[in-house]
């Protein structure tokens, strides 16, 4: 029995051992001490796999020299060898990946003073295997050749477009392959200064926009240029990193700037991002701090990935500056940081993170999902759509919603003409652009092919609505309708009677407002009817409208914001209507007010689901069509406000507008008014709490 229980144990043993190894690796590293996810253009925060995991660190504790002392730059040359700036030790040192210090740059020995570095602060490696160091505190930058020896210093460059009172610390440094210099000069708020092979000055290169706060322009508009005098500059905001691209484009970071973070340019100094570029990520809004993006590295794919010191927090974009994902976070964990300084890459794409305050190097290992999203996407952006399916498809299995999959599988789709399809794959991504284009060539195929049917189908439908008027015209004349000689008709004539006089309230407000006050026309129960009707067809137009015209999806609906709404646009506007009206001789009473008012949402009741319905044959390029008629039922609507505030109440034009208008205004404070009567009565009840709570514990 004893054997037979070994036996048991042993064999369950294997067979968890089995099943371990055949995890794939990527689930099986995909426990990370730090959330994975991709933002969606719509702003949506989406878990993804991780992208990278954890594959240990690079410190150079028990080596010859110490280990690393507040050190603030990193690159890796094309051999993947590590260089460092290690700052306060005063030296740059040459790693293999594996940490073994191979090289000692800038101690002085065996080389002359001039290549004894005070503070380095970056460091660019070119093709050569030159090396060049920026020594900020004493105002240069440093050449060594491959194996250290000093070549040359650049000092500080001299122009009279420089002036004399220009400070010169260069920080960071990248040189092209032209061996132009560009330096990021700390505090200097006009951009790169770029120096040609000689260490001469040719000028700023990009440079940051002012970014205007409201202050500041209403000073611009209220002040004239002597009252400003006084008053504070604003000036742009200067870089903080720049990093040179395997295809020569140029990167750069800026810390405090709201929007345009990070920018790539091209050889002319123009930024190739969009003017709008917000690299900030907005899970991050409730936290008072401001993201300050430290550094940027570029594969050869033209993948860029920066990294966020103030969380932690690594983004990663393809070359059409499309977010693939973001990682990362600050913390004590394996793979967490403390004060990220500096990001690197090598051949095999492993990433490399500088930590200033842990003096060591993070090492991060791209899982399957990334090389997958990687080799599909250089596919896709070549051009070659068939070829990356497979590749994409294969990144579904890891993560069935990851959008640029789905985006990319039906861009392949479309460039196939196989438009059912594109448009599945457009939204399941909740791509409306691309959806809109592959219905758009749907939509002309189905037309060419079934033309005659469609055109027969309409002119069918328009003589039978022809005929249908005459036979209706002619039986009116004859005598007593149908309902009239039969009973059970009757309810269906009363309600299109009700909706008939609806309508004509609404296509002639003057008369049909009048109507409902002198000829008893206006009844509690109509008026009722007429707003369970508009909320109906609130309800009905977010669940009918087509998917390229939603405005999110319906998942995410507030069902009670939406029932609610119309309730409360009725109750307040005759509620603030009929104060204003009192005070002003109005002749009508509350219940004439609230009945009227409830017929000004006809126009919505009536067109709302046909123009809701028309969504599903429309593209985005018609959107226009769709906001012209929603914006002419809302003059319509806000025309019969003014009209029932006329005929209700016998006011003329002049009076009847200066009402409506303060209407609108006494809305809104009272608006206000209730949210601050909200918020006074919740401290008020949890100051209630808290005096329970103590008396309670004084008296236990």
Known sequence: MLHKCYAITLSSIVVLLLAAALVPANRAAAATPFPNYYISPDGFYLKVPAPYVPDGTIALDGQPGGGLKKPQDLFIDGEDHLFIADTENKRVIKTDNKGNILLVIGTGEGDSDKGKLSAPRGIFVDGEGMIYVTDATKQRIVQYDKEGKFIRELGKPTSPLLGENLVYQPVKVIVDNRKYFYVVNQGDQKGLMMLDSDGEFRGYFGGNRVQATFATTLIRLLYNQQQRAGSYVNLPYSFNNVSLAPDNYIYSTTTGLSSKQVRKFNAVGGDVYPGASDFTDQSFDYDNRTQNFIDSVIDESGNMTIVDQTYGRMYQYDVNGRLLFAFGSNGINRGNFNSAVAISIDSKGNLYVLDQNLNLIHRFHP??????????????????????????????????????????????????????????????????????????????????????????????????????????????????????????????????????????????????????????????????????????????????????????????????????????????????????????????????????????????????????????????????????????????????????????????????????????????????????????????????????????????
Request: charge should be neutral; proline fraction near 3%.
């Open 367 to 700: 899982t399957e999902f990334t090389s997958l999203v990687h080799k599909a996407n250089v596919l896709f952006n070549e051009g070659k759509y068939n070829e990356s399916f497979a590749p994409w498809q294969r990144v579904r299995d890891h993560n069935n919603f990851y959008e640029l999959a789905l985006q990319a599988m039906g861009q392949s789709e479309l460039r196939q003409e196989e438009y059912a399809g594109a448009m599945e794959y457009f939204k399941a991504a909740y791509d409306k652009t691309g959806y809109s284009d592959a219905f758009y060539e749907f939509r002309r195929e189905y037309v060419k092919k079934h033309f005659n049917v469609i055109a027969s189908s309409v002119l069918t439908a328009v003589l039978v609505l022809y005929i249908a008027l005459k036979l209706k015209s002619r039986r009116s004349r004859k005598g007593p309708d149908m309902a009239a000689r039969h009973p059970a008709l009757r309810p269906f004539a009363a309600a299109g009677g009700f909706f008939r006089e609806a309508f004509w309230v609404m296509t002639h407000p003057f008369q049909g407002y009048e109507a409902l006050k002198y000829d008893n026309k206006g009844k509690w129960s109509k008026a009722l009817l007429l707003m369970g009707l508009y909320i109906i067809v609130s309800v009905l137009q977010l669940v009918l409208i087509s998917f390229t015209f939603e405005e999110y999806p319906i998942q995410f609906v507030d069902w009670e914001f939406i029932i609610l709404y119309p309730v409360l646009y009725w109750v307040l506007w005759s509620v603030v209507s009929y104060g204003l009206t009192t005070i002003s001789s109005g002749e009508g009473r509350l219940r004439e007010v609230f009945i009227a008012t409830s017929y000004c949402f006809t126009p919505f009741i009536f067109f709302s689901i046909p123009l809701t319905l028309l969504t599903h044959l429309m593209t985005l390029k018609e959107s226009k069509f769709y906001d012209l008629f929603g914006n002419i039922m809302l003059v319509w609507v806000i025309f019969l406000l003014y009209v029932s505030v006329r005929e209700t109440h016998s006011f003329d034009s002049g009076k009847a507008f200066g009402i409506s208008i303060l209407t609108v205004l006494g809305s809104v404070v009272m608006i206000l008014l209730v949210f601050v009567l909200y918020g006074l009565g919740a401290n008020l009840i949890d100051f209630a709490q808290q005096i329970a709570r103590e008396a309670f514990y004084v008296g236990s």
